[in-house]
């Protein structure tokens, strides 16, 4: 078979394996109880984003004892900001020049004959033998105890528009209802392609048809978790972000476009005049998605190449591979969106905060000390209005404030804001991902507010209260040389100016560090006054 011109799935395993990111585990492991609960371990057991890994299970049953003859891959995209960037084939601080570049230089895909992705076909009643349907696919269970099925994680729906014959990409979870039915759940509150595709079906009495991708090569899934502007064929930006047009074929029975290297294809028809139960399942905003109404798929073929491997993406509580995989697009977006398209020059950081808030709901801006007020708050509601999604709590930040340091965050909103003249609450906010809690709790009707914090300083502060850098450095020296426990220096681990510290001042902080304070003592005398209130300032401020 020729060189695609990218990686496909297998190539990007092999480079995986090659950098020690890849972990294979022969023993048998249960698809429906161990398999995530395992890789869960690495998101919730106190190990480094650095150290997670990816994993490839090689013997894979469920809890009747079935053998399945396809592995199934877990966290192999985005367990961390390594694997990814081998995924997409750039580092992570170079995304946003990516998804420019590939956004604006789209390459149409390409038609291929024989594509891998045909590699086995079986279609209509042959579906319905045992082990020949959805059936034969090892999907696991996200979150045993609580899913109420296996669902497809890395699930890429492929469909159309019937107007313009456009069509779109979307990373929609698939919960498998019986060897011939998939069930389909389109966020309404995230304004996802696929739905408008369904209401256009629906408005003309069509069932719409549909090509479900499970595993693909990672450009095309990372374009599939990214929200692309809609007139965009995700498949064209896949094609711009790898530098070659994406090969791809008809699907066998339905009128759409398919990857060719695509592991495994399930081809078939969303109903759209009937809704069926779907849920629960464990949600990436970090609680259980109860049973609602959502739309079901009738499969009409299973097409798949004879290596196929089934991908999954971990998911739920965060952090997990799916909050990842769209925070390192998502945040130089936002940063793109307010320096370029806002023209705010004093944004220098969106920081997107990830553990258990799930991306969405926590937005700190770091903003350089210049910048005039009316901008910090352009700035604050322009994040704010963004995404209908994002950006309940807003919150700027000075430069020195690292935004990934929750105690710093709150460190500048406890002395940098003052609630009555720093805070806005903003009225018309969509609600957002997140659990439903009651009848009035849902997105057709109901709507949340934001919260917008200006904690930058306003004014010049005095200095950070710890040794200038220089003493805490030789300091350092010291405790090394007396074998004490490595340090691991925590911002602000030296004190600094903040703009308030007259010459005055320094003059006599240098004078004490050589010993020669008695010099000032005897300077103060001349300094005495009898019209001053005790604790009155030295200097007017
Ligand atoms: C693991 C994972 C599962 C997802 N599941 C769903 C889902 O079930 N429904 C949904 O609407 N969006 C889901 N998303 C988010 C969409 O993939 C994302 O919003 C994407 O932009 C959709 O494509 P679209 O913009 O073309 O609609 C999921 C994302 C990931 C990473
Ligand atoms: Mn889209």
Not at 103 to 120: G, K, S, T, W, Y
Not at 147 to 165: E, H, L, V
Not at 167 to 180: C, D, E, F, L
Not at 370 to 387: H, I, P
């Amino acid at each position: 078979m020729e060189n695609p011109g990218y990686p496909d799935l297998h190539a990007h395993i092999a480079a995986l394996e090659k950098s020690g990111l890849l972990i294979r585990v022969k023993r048998q492991i249960n698809k429906d109880t161990e398999m995530h609960p395992l890789v869960r371990w690495q998101f919730r057991g106190g190990i480094p984003e650095s150290q997670r890994k990816a994993f490839l299970f090689e013997n894979v049953i469920d809890s009747t004892g079935r053998r399945y003859d396809i592995p199934v891959a877990v966290g192999i995209l985005a367990s961390n900001r390594e694997i990814y960037s081998i995924g997409i084939g750039c580092a992570v601080d170079k995304i946003q020049q990516k998804w420019n570049h590939a956004e604006q230089n789209p390459l149409a895909p390409v038609f291929v004959d024989n594509p891998r992705c045909h590699e086995i076909v079986v279609q209509g009643e042959e579906l319905k033998q045992p082990g020949k349907g959805v059936d034969g696919l090892p999907i696991p269970i996200s979150t045993p105890g609580f899913d109420n099925a296996p669902y497809a994680s890395c699930s890429m729906f492929i469909s159309k528009d019937p107007d313009t014959g456009l069509q779109n990409i979307g990373n929609y979870r698939a919960m498998v209802k019986s060897p011939t039915r998939l069930g389909m759940n389109p966020e309404v509150e995230l304004n996802q392609g696929i739905y408008d595709h369904w209401l256009k079906y629906k408005a003309r009495g069509e069932k719409m048809p549909v090509a479900l991708v499970l595993g693909a090569p990672p450009a095309i899934t990372f374009t599939s978790v990214h929200k692309l502007p809609k007139h965009m064929d995700e498949l064209a930006v896949a094609g711009g972000l790898v530098g070659a047009p994406i090969r791809v074929c008809k699907a066998k029975s339905v009128d759409l476009i398919v990857p060719a290297e695509a592991e495994i294809v399930v081809e078939g028809y969303i109903d759209t005049e009937w809704l069926e139960p779907e849920g629960s399942f464990g949600e990436s905003h970090g609680y259980m998605n109860l049973k609602e109404y959502n739309s079901f798929m009738d499969v009409t073929a299973i097409t798949r190449r004879k290596d196929a491997v089934l991908v999954s993406i971990i998911s739920q509580v965060t952090p997990s591979e799916s909050s990842l995989i769209k925070r390192v697009a998502y945040e130089p977006a936002f940063l793109h969106h307010l320096r370029h398209h806002l023209n705010i020059s004093g944004v220098s950081r969106v920081f997107m905060h990830e553990p258990l808030t799930n991306l969405r709901k926590l937005i700190i801006i770091q903003m350089k000390s210049n910048t005039l007020e009316a901008e910090v708050w352009r700035a604050l509601y322009g994040a704010s209005a963004y995404s209908s999604s994002v950006g309940k709590m807003t919150i700027a930040v000075n430069e020195d404030i690292e935004p990934e340091n929750l105690d710093m965050v709150f460190w500048a909103m406890a002395y940098r804001m003052r609630p009555h003249q720093d805070m806005r609450v903003l009225d018309h906010k969509d609600m957002g991902h997140g659990p439903r809690t009651g009848a009035d709790d849902n997105h057709y009707e109901a709507t949340d507010s934001a919260m917008l914090i200006n904690a930058m300083l306003k004014r010049p502060f005095p200095p950070i209260s710890l040794p200038a850098k220089q003493y805490m450095e030789g300091a350092k020296a010291i405790w090394e040389e007396l074998g004490l426990p490595p340090l691991k220096p925590e911002m602000p681990w030296y004190g600094y100016s903040l703009g308030q510290w007259p010459e005055e001042f320094q003059v006599e902080a240098d004078r004490a560090v050589r010993s020669e304070y008695w010099k000032t003592g005897e300077e103060l005398v001349q300094k005495r006054r009898n019209d001053k209130r005790m604790n009155d300032p030295y200097l007017d401020l």
